[in-house]
């Protein structure tokens, strides 16, 4: 096994820092602490404390606090063993290892559908979060109401894309020295927040606080309000891969990507439930001044909004390869700096209504929750079953030229069938839209079936498919 492609490959300067090769182990540069201020920064966003108020709008706060709990353990679990461990161990992101069960055609499909559409969703969220931010930051300070959807939020949202541009640009040495920046504070600043939530309110009152906009359905509430919450862990699938593959050791990356990012995420979504509960409003940008007075409240948001930045930072460089690797060479002699400007069009485009990214929040992170827990669902059945966690590096570069991961046409049909009925089993189940659901739904919520349904198909359909390849070893 070569732990590097052969030399037809195409080789690219910086190819081991922007993600062409694996990264050998002298040359991973995060420690566990490095590794999980990065995830710390990522779980403290804004976004952070809107899905805790958005929860709100479901459930009061005990049943809340489970919900979170119980959702963001199950969807952190399908996403850390689906692609940190891999990733660890081999040095490559999770899309590169993702030939096996997809083929490299069928990657590429779902990287420039399923995970390109994700990615681009969130980084709008956040740079129209930054932007509300800058938005409420402007209003205190001049006394003068901007307006929630106002042109300084636009105005806000382009210059977060601009500095997250350039903070991408640099790659991810530089993104893990600003997460080691923000993320202390971030911490200080939530610990901060939770001090003026014991002060400010009574237990009882917060206990007594009822949800904001419930469903008649007491039960339907509170798996909804799991079922979202599964949808925001299973949502760091994209990036959490890519960003492994730089640590050091597995307990470096496996502790850190599950530990850190639920404490972190679970502290701040129940300080942002606490306050929606508190003060009936789901949205961070609009209670934090109120909450934490003038002086306070515009500090939190400033410092937030660069959370925010280095969010998309880091999301956008795990796409960035994904695209770049799944393109068939289209992309991989444009400029790094190029190919990262260029997916930040949409979210700019974006930037300009910000009003449609809050309404459709909820639902976008159940949507693409659907295809991301049965993706991670073939991702496991695969790594864990059918490669019993052997990979061979130069077969995966050698892709449709080699013999272990070539398929028909580059794509393996095995794990694309077995993807879209792991996501329609949960869309029949649940369906965020139209709020339609089954009764099953009530009792184990849609994206644990949704999860088995994918891994069970792929399973089946290897045998039927490719038995000859079922469950071998690499040499």
Request: proline share 4%.
């Amino acid at each position: 096994m070569s732990a590097r492609p052969p030399a037809a490959e195409p080789v690219l300067a910086n190819e081991h820092v922007f993600g062409t090769l694996p990264l050998l182990k002298q040359e991973r540069s995060w420690s566990a602490l490095d590794f999980t201020w990065v995830n710390t920064a990522l779980a403290i966003a804004t976004w952070a404390f809107l899905v805790g108020g958005s929860t709100a709008l479901l459930v009061g706060f005990e049943a809340g606090v489970a919900a979170m709990l119980i959702g963001n353990a199950i969807g952190l679990c399908f996403m850390v063993l689906a692609s940190v461990v891999a990733s660890q161990r081999w040095g490559s992101e999770q899309y590169m290892l993702l030939r096996g069960a997809f083929g490299v055609v069928g990657v590429g499909a779902i990287v420039f559908t399923v995970i390109l559409i994700t990615e681009m969703g969130w980084s709008s969220l956040l740079a129209v979060m930054a932007g509300r931010a800058t938005s409420q930051v402007a209003s205190t300070m001049a006394g003068v109401d901007l307006g929630q959807y106002g042109p300084v939020v636009t105005i806000g949202g382009l210059v977060a894309i601009a500095i997250a541009w350039w903070v991408l640009s640099r790659g991810p040495v530089t993104i893990g020295r600003f997460n080691a920046i923000i993320a202390p504070g971030l911490a200080v600043i939530t610990v901060v927040m939770m001090v003026f939530l014991v002060v400010n309110t009574t237990w009882d009152a917060l206990l007594t606080a009822s949800p904001i906009a419930p469903f008649e359905d007491e039960t339907l509430n509170f798996m909804v309000a799991v079922e979202f919450n599964v949808g925001v862990g299973v949502s760091w699938y994209p990036v959490m891969g890519s960003l492994a593959r730089m640590t050091r050791t597995r307990k470096a990356a496996v502790w850190p990507a599950y530990g850190g990012l639920l404490i972190a995420t679970l502290i701040a979504q129940v300080v942002g439930m606490a306050a929606a509960l508190t003060l009936g409003d789901s949205d961070p940008t609009v209670w934090m001044v109120p909450f934490g007075g003038a002086v306070l409240g515009v500090a939190v948001l400033i410092f937030i909004a660069f959370a925010n930045i280095t969010s998309m930072s880091s999301i956008v460089y795990s796409t960035i390869l994904a695209l770049r690797q799944s393109s068939g060479g289209l992309l991989a002699k444009v400029p790094w700096k190029v190919l990262t400007a260029s997916f930040f069009v949409l979210p700019a485009i974006m930037t300009f209504f910000p009003q449609f990214m809050y309404e459709q929040f909820m639902i976008f992170v159940s949507v693409s929750g659907a295809f991301l827990t049965a993706l991670c669902g073939v991702a496991l059945a695969d790594y864990f079953i059918v490669r019993r966690q052997r990979i061979d590096l130069r077969e995966m570069h050698l892709a449709q030229r080699g013999t272990l991961y070539a398929y028909p046409a580059g794509v393996n049909w095995a794990g694309i069938v077995a993807l879209l009925l792991g996501a329609v089993f949960y869309l029949w189940l649940y369906n965020p839209i139209t709020l339609e659901t089954q009764a099953a739904f009530s009792v184990i919520t849609a994206s644990l079936p949704a999860a088995i349904v994918a891994a069970v198909a792929y399973l089946l359909l290897t045998r039927l498919l490719h038995p000859r390849r079922t469950f071998r070893k690499a040499d």
